[in-house]
């Protein structure tokens, strides 16, 4: 693994949301070596939620993994998997941007001037969008991004469908499996390798959100990053041996 690799390993690529109902389109990518009080930081600048009243949590769609409460941790020592929901929470925030108080509902106007007054404390905190440093933080994330895929494209090139493979994931058990498709996904970014495990350790059949990649049995197909996978004259594992 070259040192471009080993530094694209040692990164999350996640989904920032509010509501888990409404994440961004784009993942962001971040360091696993980050401190949780640095990424509340950085998390400020894009959501507008205080970084002192900040609550995070991991999500895999719905389900809670964790929370991630104590922010001298580092992002990688709790179980975030790319692709996951990293949901900001900020009471404080919430309570002062309620459209109803004691059953009172607001009305249009009300709403908008709310609206309007969040707008200008965004603006002259300089958080969120009006921060001068987000367009500069969303440029660096493109050319990391930018710079995976190049590198995912470079991996998936070298592989066959039919080869043997060995995948490696974090928190989870070594597997041996075959490579059955390489490329794009519908619903993610960057390049993504189609294996058969050996085992049913999979999610699916070959199939996602209603489109077919690839044959297999149940619970025997998943979709790993490329530098999860490395090709080689693996053994079929066995239980019985």
């Keep these: 693994m070259n040192h471009q690799e080993n530094q694209l390993s040692?990164?999350?690529?996640?989904?920032?949301?509010?509501?888990?109902?409404?994440?961004?389109?784009?993942?962001?990518?971040?360091?696993?070596?980050?401190?949780?009080?640095?990424?509340?930081?950085?998390?400020?600048?894009?959501?507008?939620?205080?970084?002192?009243?900040?609550?995070?949590?991991a999500y895999d769609k719905d389900k809670l993994i964790a929370k991630l409460d104590d922010d001298d941790s580092q992002l990688g020592s709790y179980p975030v998997e790319n692709g996951m929901f990293l949901l900001v929470d900020d009471p404080a925030y919430e309570a002062s941007d309620q459209d109803s108080i004691d059953g009172y509902k607001m009305t249009e106007e009300e709403y908008?001037?709310?609206?309007?007054?969040?707008?200008?404390?965004?603006?002259?905190?300089?958080?969120?969008?009006?921060?001068?440093?987000?367009?500069?933080?969303?440029?660096?994330?493109?050319?990391?991004?930018?710079?995976?895929?190049?590198?995912?494209?470079?991996?998936?090139?070298?592989?066959?469908?039919?080869?043997?493979?060995?995948?490696?994931?974090p928190n989870k058990p070594v597997q041996h499996g075959t490579v059955m498709y390489k490329g794009r996904l519908d619903?993610?970014?960057?390049?993504?390798?189609?294996?058969?495990y050996d085992e049913p350790y999979g999610k699916h059949n070959g199939t996602l959100n209603g489109k077919k990649y690839f044959e297999t049995l149940p619970k025997y197909g998943s979709f790993v990053s490329p530098s999860a996978v490395e090709i080689g004259d693996f053994p079929v594992l066995d239980d019985e041996l």
């Excluded at 401190?35 to 998390?43: A, E, Q, R, W």
């Design 187 to 196: 619903d993610k970014n960057g390049y993504w390798v189609g294996v058969k």
């Design 10 to 57: 040692d990164m999350l690529e996640v989904f920032i949301c509010t509501k888990l109902s409404e994440p961004e389109i784009n993942t962001r990518r971040y360091r696993k070596g980050m401190t949780i009080s640095d990424l509340k930081n950085k998390l400020e600048m894009i959501t507008g939620r205080s970084a002192g009243t900040m609550i995070l949590s």
């Design 112 to 169: 908008n001037a709310k609206q309007e007054t969040l707008k200008s404390f965004l603006k002259n905190n300089k958080l969120g969008k009006y921060n001068p440093e987000y367009l500069k933080q969303r440029e660096q994330e493109n050319l990391e991004k930018e710079q995976q895929e190049n590198i995912e494209k470079e991996q998936i090139d070298k592989m066959e469908i039919g080869q043997r493979c060995c995948i490696r994931l």
